[in-house]
């Protein structure tokens, strides 16, 4: 893109680089990421311009060594995406259960609206009622979902189908159930809650309570904890054009490991290293020419 | 004395000096070239050797547009040695070690046998202006020369101190003396300099140095040379000799680094990253053993031997000690100590892409005054600031190299953008588009420049027309063939079996596919000459990188027609950090692009100067 359109994109992401550079962890992430790549382009460069100089046999190895360890930390990133999907576009949290068991209820009382259609009839939510609001800072979109059972109600049944769908695709499942016997076990996933409701006419330990509010804080925690844990790998990469940047710049360090390997051509060895650094510019900051310099001559005594 | 109007002035007659006056001459304005002493026109101060990686680039682009020092080197060349030969081409660099009486004479018969440019003898004292424009200089000696436009080429010879350990002197090079008039003149003009050092190695007398002890390094058996228009070498070829320091040499200039010139303090200013003294080496790499010399021969009729790697600003007797401490110079006598020399350098970010002071219009500012280090980056810069004072002086207007053109352009930009912290040196890592700018690409990619620019002459053209036309025709007849991967592999090539046919040119850019084995797909390849051939082997070789770089290229052009006109006002965009705003003021950058190379400038602030950028243009148009 030309300057004047990469421009926008950039502040953005340093905008976003210098928040996530307040971690300890993430500003020792972006450190060595930068430091492997410099130090790969810097013996490159080295063993080209240097040639007629006392530059060590072997180098190679050692720029092996430092585009691995870069791949190794791209590829973490890489592995962030999910989580950093979901910043991008809201977790999903469905609620399942039987018909009646106070989802909506539920959704309501975490929610703090009367979003849904709160009736002692079973099978009032007829369609899947999305109501947002932020857990700790990160979009959430709560799935009021039709209950699930069976039915001829051909509405009702296109009801539940919808429910189940949107349930599966969901990045969380709450199992609700006032009896202890929960409709749709099938839809369980690694990670899901389960929670009693109707604490109040149960009596049921443990169980929540929406209407009095009796264990709500605590599952509000619990459920703030979850959503923490599904971004926290998100990283520094946020938006789909950044993950893009990304998977190119993994590929442009493969591409320079297979040609350092393989004894190809210094040249192109550098160019692919190069077009990564490009790429991630706005990750771990501009290394140009001088950068490079510096690294070679304090670690190679080059004389005049 | 009674001077006539010449229409461009070259101030020194270095290497910068030389490709300006010839330069400048090509354009046909009348030049004059002046210089304290004209016997020391074409003399080299330092290592006799031209070339390198980078530095050879710049040499084959200077002779491409028909400048001088390619083919001076030529004719001086006593050992050639093609740099990274068994690397690829777009990192080969031609260098040569050079006779440096034979340099300095065919320099001098260059310089002499061109018309339009006289020769004057003279130190100048003062750049003259009227109406805020140079109008000539003024001689040491009260007389005036006029000229519409004045490049100052004057080396190491601004405000020259020399040093050798604790002894110093004024000096622009050892037995000449500096250009100190000048150089309080421009001081007191208020432009932006500093002082930067080099150092130069003791020279030997080869006659005193145990030869049977030490390796030799012969030249290439197959001379590459650096002019497209020579052929074969004409001096006699010689070898080099290859040395190396011992712990014992470190142990007698560590226990000397106090008197050290650019050791003891006596010269201020940050040193380079790089180790420019046998001084650096020890101290900052203290745990090698041995440090590499190469024992160079001046002259084929010389017995001067210039020993590179180890200069220095020690003592004589220090000097001594140390040299004889190495293996092979046991019994040298020295004929020259090594020597520190200091001297001013104006801030090239001063200077617009013509190499033109914008302050002192018709001014112009080649070399290491601009604080570049080497014979080839001043002879590039000398060709620059050449050619765009004979072309202001003839109401044309400037030329500028583009990044993506040339070397020239690289360092050009690099210096009027980002300014020098230690002298200058060309490298290919310099170039983002390194792939396109080969030593070998060189003439294609300037040679019609120079011939629309009218400083390619009829010689050079019309060997160059003829390359190209045979260039041409082969890749017409590869261009014509159609392979399917049978008849490829029928052929003995091995390419992907995907049953796409495919032309010459596209089966060359398989690895280890050579123009050779394309004879079998067409007899009348067999005509194209081997020169030709191996070109278009390069050049298929870079083919695809190349034209994945198009993209880049086309960003580079977008962002350099963004001009920023002159006395943009940085200060008047809120949101600009003061810092920035400073630098920018003081690199007065021409076009986006260039701002964008500023150090420290960042993407918000280049927004903010394209959006005042097209609110311009907006209220214009």
Same mark, same amino acid.
């Given at each position: 893109e030309a300057l004047g359109d990469l421009i926008e994109a950039e502040t953005e992401a340093q905008r976003k680089l210098a928040v996530s550079n307040y971690s300890g962890a993430l500003r020792d992430y972006v450190g060595g990421l930068r430091q492997n790549l410099l130090r790969a382009i810097a013996l490159t460069e080295a063993s080209i311009d240097f040639a007629d100089e006392e530059i060590p046999e072997g180098l190679e190895r050692q720029v092996a060594h430092a585009l691995g360890e870069s791949e190794k930390a791209l590829a973490k990133q890489i592995a962030g995406f999910e989580d950093a999907r979901r910043i991008r576009t809201g977790i999903e949290i469905a609620i399942v259960g039987a018909p009646n068991v106070g989802k909506s209820t539920l959704v309501n009382a975490l929610v703090?609206?009367?979003?849904a259609i709160v009736t002692d009839i079973a099978g009032t939510t007829r369609d899947v009622i999305e109501a947002r609001l932020s857990i700790g800072g990160q979009l959430v979109t709560f799935l009021d979902t039709a209950g699930l059972r069976e039915t001829d109600d051909p509405i009702e049944r296109e009801g539940v189908r919808r429910a189940q769908k949107r349930a599966e695709a969901a990045d969380l499942r709450i199992f609700l159930s006032d009896t202890g016997l929960f409709e749709g076990k099938e839809l369980f996933q690694d990670g899901d809650l389960t929670v009693l409701s109707k604490g109040d006419l149960t009596g049921e330990a443990g169980a929540i309570s929406a209407l009095t509010g009796e264990g709500l804080a605590d599952l509000q925690r619990r459920l703030k904890d979850k959503v923490s844990d599904m971004t926290s790998g998100a990283g520094l990469v946020a938006s789909l054009r950044q993950q893009e940047l990304l998977l190119g710049a993994v590929a442009a360090v493969q591409t320079a490991q297979f040609a350092n390997e393989s004894g190809g051509q210094l040249e192109l060895v550098a160019h692919h290293i190069r077009s990564c650094l490009t790429k991630l510019e706005q990750v771990i900051g501009r290394i140009d020419v001088e950068d490079v310099l510096g690294e070679i001559f304090s670690s190679f005594c080059i004389g005049k | 004395m009674k001077h006539p109007d010449y229409d461009v002035l070259v101030i020194g007659g270095g290497h910068a000096g030389c490709e300006a006056a010839a330069a400048s001459a090509r354009s046909t304005a009348r030049t004059a070239l002046i210089t304290l002493n004209a016997s020391s026109i074409g003399v080299m101060s330092c290592n006799p050797a031209i070339g390198g990686l980078g530095k050879g680039h710049l040499v084959r682009e200077i002779d491409a547009l028909d400048g001088v020092m390619g083919r001076v080197a030529d004719e001086a060349g006593i050992q050639f040695r093609l740099l &990274?030969?068994?690397?690829?081409p777009a990192v080969q660099g031609p260098r040569a070690q050079s006779d440096r009486a034979i340099y300095k004479a065919a320099m001098q018969r260059e310089i002499m046998s061109l018309p339009r440019l006289d020769v004057i003898e003279g130190e100048v004292a003062d750049v003259l202006m009227a109406s805020g424009r140079v109008t000539g200089v003024r001689l040491a000696d009260g007389s005036e020369i006029k000229g519409l436009s004045v490049v100052l080429t004057t080396g190491t010879f601004l405000g020259g101190v020399i040093h050798i350990g604790d002894a110093s002197h004024q000096g622009g090079r050892m037995g000449e003396r500096a250009a100190n008039a000048l150089s309080t003149r421009l001081r007191s003009l208020g432009l932006p300099m500093g002082r930067l050092k080099t150092g130069t190695p003791p020279r030997l007398d080869g006659r005193t140095i145990n030869w049977s002890l030490l390796e030799s390094q012969p030249g290439d058996e197959e001379p590459t040379l650096f002019s497209f228009l020579s052929e074969r070498p004409s001096a006699p070829q010689i070898s080099c000799g290859i040395t190396h320091t011992n712990t014992h040499t470190h142990d007698i200039i560590r226990a000397n680094l106090d008197r050290s010139a650019m050791y003891g303090g006596r010269i201020d200013g940050i040193g380079p990253r790089y180790c420019p003294s046998i001084e650096d080496k020890v101290v900052r790499f203290a745990e090698k053993d041995a440090h590499q010399i190469f024992l160079e021969?001046?002259?084929? &009729?010389?017995?001067t031997i210039y020993p590179n790697g180890i200069s220095t600003s020690l003592p004589a007797d220090v000097q001594i000690d140390y040299v004889r401490s190495i293996r092979g110079l046991e019994s040298a006598e020295i004929l020259q100590p090594g020597y520190a020399i200091e001297y001013d350098y104006v801030d090239p970010q001063a200077l617009r892409s013509s190499l033109e002071l914008p302050d002192m219009p018709g001014l112009y500012l080649a070399g290491q005054i601009n604080g570049t280090t080497g014979y080839e980056e001043a002879a590039a810069q000398g060709l620059v600031a050449g050619l765009n004072a004979a072309r202001a002086a003839l109401d044309k207007p400037p030329v500028k190299f583009a990044r993506d053109e040339a070397y020239i352009g690289v360092m050009i930009d690099d210096l009027t953008s980002r300014g020098v912290t230690e002298p200058y040196r060309m490298f290919t890592s310099r170039a983002e588009f390194r792939l396109s700018l080969r030593a070998d690409n060189a003439d294609q990619r300037l040679t019609p420049i120079g011939r629309e620019l009218g400083i390619v002459g009829d010689d050079r053209w019309m060997s160059f027309s003829e390359k190209r036309d045979g260039l041409e025709q082969a890749k017409g007849r590869l261009r014509a063939i159609s392979a399917t991967p049978k008849m490829a592999k029928a052929a003995g090539l091995s390419v992907n079996e995907d049953g796409q046919r495919r032309d010459g040119i596209e089966l060359l850019?398989?690895?280890?596919?050579?123009?050779?084995?394309?004879?079998p797909l067409d007899s009348g390849l067999e005509a194209i000459t081997p020169p030709i051939r191996r070109q278009i082997e390069r050049e298929a070789l870079y083919q695809s990188y190349i034209e994945r770089q198009e993209r880049d290229v086309e960003v580079l052009k977008r962002d350099e027609a963004w001009a920023i006109p002159d006395g943009f006002d940085y200060k008047a965009i809120n949101g600009l950090s003061t810092e920035l705003s400073t630098k920018l003021v003081h690199v007065r950058p021409e076009t986006l692009a260039q701002a964008g190379r500023v150090d420290g400038m960042t993407p918000a602030g280049l927004m903010l100067i394209l959006a005042h950028l097209k609110r311009g243009v907006r209220k214009a148009g």
């Open positions: 703090g609206d009367d979003i | &990274n030969r068994k690397k690829g021969p001046e002259g084929v &009729n010389d017995p850019a398989f690895p280890g596919v050579s123009f050779e084995d394309l004879l």
